[in-house]
């Protein structure tokens, strides 16, 4: 029972992570066509999907992690970033017709906009609903944060009524851009990992070697000794959600081109998977959070497309909780304050 | 600080009056015609959709239902007709809402007056309005409903249908459009005629969805078609790509989504074109409408509209008895030379109504005797054509229209498919 228990402890989480990918695994390489290459199209679109959650995810992570606030309202700030992103390339005439440069140019553009847009809009929200609550108790931001919510996706059901949207397929979605062995990887695989890479390198460079970075992370550790130490609070909190903002952003874009369609509602489950993703890897790590988004992705995708797409809300949050079971702190959490 | 704050709870102050001020706006404008006369009054709901996918056909059925009132000076007979257009849709839902078709039939049966109800669009919505009408002896004609279950059993239904919809045990429920028994047909005929071989067919789960997916199955073996999947799906799922590899695999070449635009209609037809770009798509009258077809209005891309046919119980409105007088009439009116073909059905369930209670004289605000002159209309003419109702209140009427892409983005007649034809 000891060995048993010392086993688990040590190698459970190992264990609980890989058992639906090894499960499919053997059961490719013991079925009719033994072939790994079902799977690792899985994981391929899963890794693509999860992008998409981790870049949503960096964005409540940074906010908890500075002010210990699950900013609810963050998933409606990636819908606006969707609608934003569809909306100023219709406005700028990039359609099916346009030229490939026309469409590379036009989709820049448009991610600088929606970065633009997404990080203001969360800037305002902090400067409006947060910071004059800085001081309340925790329950009063909280409930603000559902309430900004539920105004922002009463914004998005103005602006395209209550259906979901179909936005126009401007990277050709599931055209094939290469192959090794079987696995594909599509042009919306390519855009989702170009992106998210580049972006998460660039805001963990900043976060470790600028100078408002730095205050980042003093005023995460303790906001009172970063306050002694002359580093304005407050514009540390407004630069924290103006990060996050652009990073949702940037993942509205990315999603309004992977999914074609866009929806006032999809913020609430997109939300809901990246705040998962977030307390997976362990909230208040950046790292963590990305990890936590792919792992959701490849998850979700295995049981999309082996379970059945009604499971798998009931399987992403299982491996939750057992994680949580195993690891309470996430999987590479550290301590917050709220825990030390 | 404080002045601060007293201007935050201040704005907020102005925004929830200006959001009131909009909403009992709406309230008034929904209330349609009305005048008041010493010879009596009756008062007509019509149940619909206004929101979401569906509101360009019902905004039609609406105005068609207000055109035929309009021609009859708001009478009939000797009584002047009260009408209320309700809304069984939330903003929210994009589509019915039970719990809305429920408020919206409450309110016809606590209201004395009320002797005819048209309604509703959507199958899944009259599952829930019968019973609430049934049980205050209300009539009720669909412009709309095709699920076979709302008012016969067999094939396509599911056991206790349709008695368990009339808690009286008796019928108060009639409609206009054939039922989907002879869509289901139609849609094979097409499929056959376009020579598929393995047909896919996804449902959106709802009654008149999987009704209708199930009833093709069923017909498919008579008809020649081969079925090789019926898979109902999760509307809100973000894509079908699982789902469209699933059927490339099974060697589909035409796909069939059953169900309504608001139910992920445009976002399956599009992964499933992606992952077998020759597949031939179809679909049944509940996407058979300007906001799945028009790219416009965020439907299918015009490269897939090329693919996609669809039926409708509406043929070329042209082409019908009173067609011609029909279109100048609501030109007229409206100053729309090419309304939605489902704005004749408008007019017509608002027509069969006022000539019902106009033919019982005296007894036109009697609901009971306006239900029966109803189930007794045999060889009726009318704009549709001549028609009667059978002993469950289903239409007499057989023909469907099959329509395609046309150049405007919106779904263009193209021939009628006559029953077993």
Redo the contacts between chains.
């Keep these: 029972m000891q060995v048993v228990r010392g086993f688990l402890s040590r190698y459970g989480l190992i264990l609980a992570l890989a058992a639906l990918p090894i499960f499919y695994g053997v059961k490719d390489l013991t079925g009719k066509h033994p072939s790994l290459a079902p799977l690792a199209n899985n994981l391929v679109s899963g890794i693509s999907n999860g992008s998409i959650w981790a870049m949503i995810a960096v964005g409540y992570t940074l906010v908890y992690g500075i002010i210990e606030l699950i900013n609810f309202a963050h998933g409606d700030v990636f819908m606006i970033g969707s609608f934003t992103s569809q909306a100023f390339w219709s406005l700028i005439g990039v359609t099916l017709a346009t030229s490939t440069f026309g469409v590379i140019g036009g989709l820049l553009v448009t991610l600088v906009v929606a970065m633009v847009c997404c990080g203001t809009l969360n800037v305002m929200i902090e400067r409006v609903a947060y910071r004059p609550l800085r001081n309340a108790p925790k329950l009063a931001p909280l409930i603000t944060a559902v309430g900004f919510s539920f105004i922002l996706q009463n914004v998005g059901l103005l602006w395209l009524g209550g259906s979901q949207a179909s936005v126009d397929n401007l990277i050709h979605q599931g055209s094939k851009v290469f192959s090794i062995g079987g696995v594909v990887i599509h042009r919306e695989d390519v855009l989702a990992v170009g992106l998210t890479v580049p972006l998460v390198i660039a805001l963990t460079l900043f976060i470790n070697q600028s100078r408002l970075g730095k205050a980042m992370r003093a005023t995460a550790q303790d906001p009172e000794a970063a306050r002694l130490m002359g580093i304005n609070v407050d514009t540390t909190i407004s630069m924290t959600f103006l990060l996050g903002g652009m990073l949702a952003g940037a993942a509205g874009l990315i999603y309004a081109l992977y999914q074609t369609q866009v929806w006032f509602f999809q913020g609430f489950r997109g939300g809901l998977f990246a705040f998962t993703a977030a307390v997976m890897g362990g909230i208040g790590n950046i790292r963590g959070a990305v990890l936590g988004g792919i792992i959701i992705g490849c998850i979700q995708q295995i049981s999309d497309n082996r379970i059945g797409p009604q499971w798998t809300d009931a399987i992403i949050f299982g491996y939750l909780i057992m994680i949580m079971v195993f690891r309470p702190q996430g999987l590479i959490g550290e301590e917050t304050r709220e825990a030390g | 600080m404080r002045a601060r ?1 007293f201007g ?1 709870a201040a704005c907020i102050a102005v925004l929830s009056l200006g959001a009131a001020a909009c909403g009992s706006s709406k309230k008034k404008s929904s209330a349609g015609s009305s005048t008041t006369s010493s010879g009596g009054t009756v008062d007509i709901y019509s149940s619909l959709p206004l ?3 569906s509101k360009d056909q019902t905004g039609a059925m609406v105005k068609g239902i207000q055109l035929a009132l309009k021609e009859a000076k708001s009478k009939a007979g000797q009584f002047t007709v009260n009408y209320q257009s309700l809304d069984d849709s ?6 019915w809402d039970p719990g809305q078709t429920a408020t919206d039939a409450r309110k016809a049966v606590q209201d004395s007056k009320a002797v005819y109800y048209i309604g509703e669009f959507n199958s899944g919505a009259s599952v829930v309005s019968i019973p609430i009408l049934n049980q205050a002896g209300i009539p009720q004609v669909s412009p709309a409903n095709t699920y076979p279950g709302l008012t016969t059993s067999g094939p396509g239904t599911v056991a206790g249908e349709p008695d368990k919809y009339y808690p009286t045990g008796k019928r108060t429920y009639l409609r206009i459009v054939p039922q989907d028994r002879i869509q289901a047909a139609a849609l094979l005929t097409t499929m056959k005629g376009d020579g598929c071989t393995k047909v896919a067919i996804a449902n959106d789960k709802e009654t008149y969805g999987a009704g209708l997916a199930r009833l093709v199955e069923l017909q498919s073996k008579a008809a020649g078609v081969n079925v090789v999947d019926n898979t109902g799906i ?1 509307k ?4 079908f ?2 789902y469209a ?1 699933t059927v490339k695999g099974k060697g589909a070449d035409c796909f069939l989504f059953s169900g309504v ?2 139910n ?1 209609a ?2 399956i037809n ?1 992964d499933v074109a ?2 077998i770009p020759t597949v031939k798509l179809y679909g049944p009258d509940g996407t058979c409408e300007s ?1 799945f077809t028009n ?1 416009a209005k ?4 015009a ?1 897939l509209g090329k693919a996609f046919k669809c039926t409708v119980a509406t043929q070329d409105l042209k082409a019908y008895p009173g067609g011609q007088k029909f279109l100048a009439s609501f030109k007229a009116a409206y100053g729309d030379a090419n309304p939605d073909p489902y704005a004749i059905y408008g007019y017509e369930a608002m027509k069969l109504g006022l000539d019902t209670i106009a033919g019982l004289g005296a007894k036109g605000n009697d609901k009971t005797a306006v239900l029966a002159a109803l189930f007794a209309t045999k060889a009726r003419s009318s704009v549709l054509g001549t028609y009667g109702f059978d002993k469950n209140g289903d239409t007499t009427l057989t023909d469907y229209g099959l329509y395609t892409f046309g150049p405007d983005g919106n779904p263009a007649f193209s021939k009628t498919i006559k029953q077993g034809g």
């Design positions: 704050q935050v929101q979401g996918a939330t903003a929210q839902a994009g589509s999760e809100t799922a973000p894509n790509r699982s590899s635009t608001a992920g445009a976002q599009k992606a992952a906001g790219p965020h439907g299918i891309p490269t």
